[in-house]
DNA sequence: GGGCACTGCTACAACGTTGTCGCAAATAAA
DNA sequence: TTTATTTGCGACAACGTTGTAGCAGTGCCC
């Protein structure tokens, strides 16, 4: 069913009907009236494709992020995906896997009209923004949340990373931690850094030393962060409280304490950045930083979407920051 | 950058850089070259909308699913992006939250061109199949997984849900349990249904009074379905084993328990399917169902390629089941 | 009754591609 | 030399829309 096939059924020019459908004054009531019914009757509907070529507008966003099986990136999905259905979006998903040349694969898809506008949290691999730049150059909205392009000019919505990682710390801290490890993965990203640095800066104020020892570059090998994991846990200078700064590294610690026979929370407190539906029915419930993911989705959708309409009045703000909330469970009970 | 601009700069008509990047053998081997490098240098993209309509075809597929916070459409999506990105497909996401009014838009915004195939899993309220024919009335190749339209006309991937729900209700016999619950949602959905058959039947075989008080149907609001699980619980004849047919319902359980201080194994034991990460790492470890996600989403996507490239060998196989895996765990440990 | 403004429609040119056809020039065959 | 055949390129018509411009016909005013 195309608009000529419609138009030819109704004895009247395509440009015509074009208009009826949508609503034109140059159109009169009887024979709007009568283009909608026969459209409904053969079920019209108008083509997406040549409609996005025509208007040079595709009503498509993309979201780009490092994995979809996770319980931060799902409700952001949700979020965004609210918002999209709102306003009459189509959303395209892509993958990195964290693989910095699949964010720029992509990236160079999205670069001639698929889209009309961009959101992306980064892969841990990801070093330069040439990539990204390319895609603002081509004047295509980015609106970047969570893992943030800090150096960019673009708006970003993130949590409060920087204090979090202070209250975590503090938390540890208050319950009787005397040696709190930090594991963390993909020291570049803007999250780690901001979260290591609320670390640092919450031993500093409590006037400890910090042990380098004590931080432990991961990666996304489960397997050799188990390794990494185990041989920190098993050496004389064993921590008393581990902070994780995601969510995978938290699963890691409970499975190599497991194996390692160690007592959570006796012989190690563990807190961990999560947002995990079943934290508080973990052996022991786990203590969490739960992010509002959801809302992270929506605002970052929000703002977006003002930059595709063109309203700008939102656009203009640069830096969204949502709190975080501390979930304190058995996992950090002092003694 | 359009081809017109760049075959501009080349001195050349725009057919013929046209027929350059698409490497036709009308075009001499110098001019290929010469127009490959200035596209290159210009940074030239073609614009995929004006490709798509002209070709009458998007290289895009749908994937509608009732929800992405979830530990099986996870890695689903997962398993359909890695063939898509194979085959340089795009992957729109639709979520249905379970609502069968969503899931008729949806289908509706499908129906013309916007993509060449489309990936389903029903929600809960889905009853009728209209929607769903008209997408293959339009021609558009159609698959389901998981939770599929048993009576359309399309190929499904599915896992063996009937004898997981046998296997699962006798694991529960075996370790003792004599009066078994089953937990689910929506019985009209194939899953649930098979499931629950295979419950039924597992009691049947094993000489077991089959009590209609013991089937709770539950619904998408959390609130309502722990209180008929309190009520279930809470009654004097409590069973002493749970058999979940989704995730939620298992956390639901252990939920209930923990307010009305029931022990798990020892008052009641309890399964679930299930594709939580977490499920060891609960209190206490939770036996599950584990389906292959990945490899659901993985086949159903080969499946749907196979259609939409009309290469047909595989659109024959009608139906494609996967197996499960029961894990055994401590919420099911026999006295 | 000539000029003027509406009303309601049609024609047509985009949007950026792709593929068919045609046509020169060069080469090969007769 | 003449006639086929090939090679390399350009013209052009789609794909299905949307928006601008044009154009009849009607009504209105001075």
């Known amino acids: 069913m195309t608009l000529k096939e419609l138009a030819k059924e109704l004895n009247l020019s395509f440009s015509t009907v074009s208009k009826a459908l949508r609503d034109s004054h140059e159109i009169s009531i009887e024979t709007k009236n009568r283009v909608l019914a026969k459209a409904k009757a053969l079920n019209y509907q108008v083509n997406p ?3 996005s070529l025509r208007k040079q507008k595709s009503k498509t966003i993309a979201v780009v992020i490092p994995e979809v099986v996770n319980d931060f990136f799902g409700p952001v999905i949700n979020g965004i995906e609210s918002i999209a259905q709102e306003k009459e979006y189509h959303v395209l998903i892509y993958l990195t896997h964290e693989d910095m040349q699949k964010e720029v694969a992509i990236t160079k898809l999205l670069q001639n009209g698929r889209v009309d506008g961009i959101m992306m949290s980064l892969s841990e691999q990801t070093s330069g923004t040439a990539h990204l730049e390319a895609l ?15 150096q960019m000019d673009a708006p970003k919505v993130t949590t409060d990373d920087y204090n979090c990682g202070i209250k975590a710390t503090e938390h540890l801290l208050e319950n009787g931690c005397k040696r709190i490890a930090f594991l963390t993965i993909a020291p570049n990203l803007s999250i780690s850094n901001k979260r290591m640095n609320g670390y640092l800066d ?6 400890i030393m910090q042990d380098e020892g004590l931080i432990l570059y991961c990666t ?13 846990f098993s050496s004389p200078k064993r921590p008393d ?10 699963i890691s610690t409970y499975a190599v304490c497991e194996e390692l026979n160690l007592q959570i929370p006796e012989d190690l407190k563990v807190i961990c950045f999560s947002n995990m ?17 959801y809302e992270i989705g929506r605002e970052a959708a929000a703002i977006l979407f003002d930059l595709v309409e ?21 996992s950090t009970k002092g003694r």
Chains 1, 2 share one sequence.
């Open 310 to 330: 063109k309203k700008g009045q939102r656009g203009r703000i640069e830096k969204r920051v949502l709190n975080s909330t501390l979930v304190e469970r058995n």
């Open 136 to 150: 603002q150059e081509k004047g295509i909205p980015l609106v970047f949340f969570d893992r943030i392009a800090e």
């Open 202 to 207: 919450a031993l500093k104020k409590h006037n």
């Open 277 to 293: 539906q079943t934290a508080a029915f973990l052996n022991p419930s786990l203590s969490t930083i739960t992010q509002p993911a």
């Open 241 to 250: 409280g581990v902070f994780a700064s995601v969510e995978k590294l938290a």
């Open 220 to 232: 996304g090998d489960d397997h050799k962060n188990n390794e990494l994991i185990r041989s920190l």
């Open 49 to 51: 494709l040549a409609s």
